[in-house]
Nanobody, 118 residues
Framework: QLQLVESGGGLVQPGGSLRLSCQAS????????IAWFRQAPGKEREGVSC???????DYADSVKGRFTISRDNAKNMVYLQVTSLKPGDTAVYYC????????????WGQGTQVTVSS
């Protein structure tokens, strides 16, 4: 029973930082990628960052240089360090897994709210 639980969000001022965490359970270790997504009110969900099973990373243009994705395979954890936050970063942040072409981005959790406001 695969589960993903996000945490670490909160209310921060512009320029602030948070570390978001994603705890995964109930799946095998042979995944293709783990990614963070976000969705703001009234907008489509967008990809933010991903890390492959080999450790390569990628970021949306809007967050390059500000966000850092990392993982702890032993704990089945993935993190997103978010810095230099802007009001436009306000969204619910989700993690998800690319297990195979037939089983990708299939296990949405409740997400964690990040609000950037003065």
């Amino acid at each position: 029973q695969l589960q993903l639980v996000e945490s670490g969000g909160g209310l921060v001022q512009p320029g602030g930082s948070l570390r978001l965490s994603c705890q995964a359970s109930g799946f095998g270790a042979d995944y293709k990628a783990i990614a963070w997504f976000r969705q703001a009110p009234g907008k489509e969900r967008e990809g933010v960052s991903c890390i492959s099973s080999g450790g390569s990373t990628d970021y949306a243009d809007s967050v390059k240089g500000r966000f850092t994705i990392s993982r702890d395979n032993a704990k089945n954890m993935v993190y997103l360090q978010v810095t230099s936050l802007k009001p436009g970063d306000t969204a619910v942040y989700y993690c998800n897994l690319f297990l195979s072409k037939a089983d990708k981005w299939s296990y949405w959790g409740q997400g964690t709210q990040v609000t950037v406001s003065s």
